[in-house]
């Protein structure tokens, strides 16, 4: 990607995990480990309008899942996204 290519997005994005509440991998100053021990996560986007260095984003839907072993700050993530 370089410098000229511009994006521009709006639209609505729900997320999901297995914490219990709030997940206490992410938050400021705490970073304890999962709830469960790994993190099972959803996160689904839906692009009202949106574009892509002139390609068009409009009513674009997809949804990213994804698995950590651990803490999400670890690096070790499975991911998938499905369109």
């Known amino acids: 990607?370089?410098?000229?290519?511009?994006?521009?997005?709006?639209?609505?994005y729900l997320e999901n995990?297995?914490?219990e509440v709030l997940c206490p991998c992410l938050l400021p100053g705490v970073l304890q480990d999962p709830i469960e021990g790994h993190c099972d996560m959803a996160f689904a986007f839906?692009?009202?309008?949106g574009?892509?260095?002139?390609?068009?984003?409009?009513d674009l839907n997809?949804?990213?899942v994804m698995y950590t072993p651990?803490?999400?700050s670890n690096p070790?993530?499975?991911?998938?996204?499905?369109r």
């Open 1 to 12: 990607m370089n410098a000229d290519q511009t994006w521009r997005l709006s639209g609505e």
């Open 76 to 82: 070790d993530w499975t991911m998938g996204i499905i």
């Open 17 to 19: 995990c297995n914490c």
């Open 46 to 49: 839906h692009i009202e309008e």
């Open 62 to 64: 997809f949804v990213v």
């Open 51 to 58: 574009e892509f260095d002139g390609v068009n984003l409009n």
């Open 70 to 72: 651990g803490k999400m």
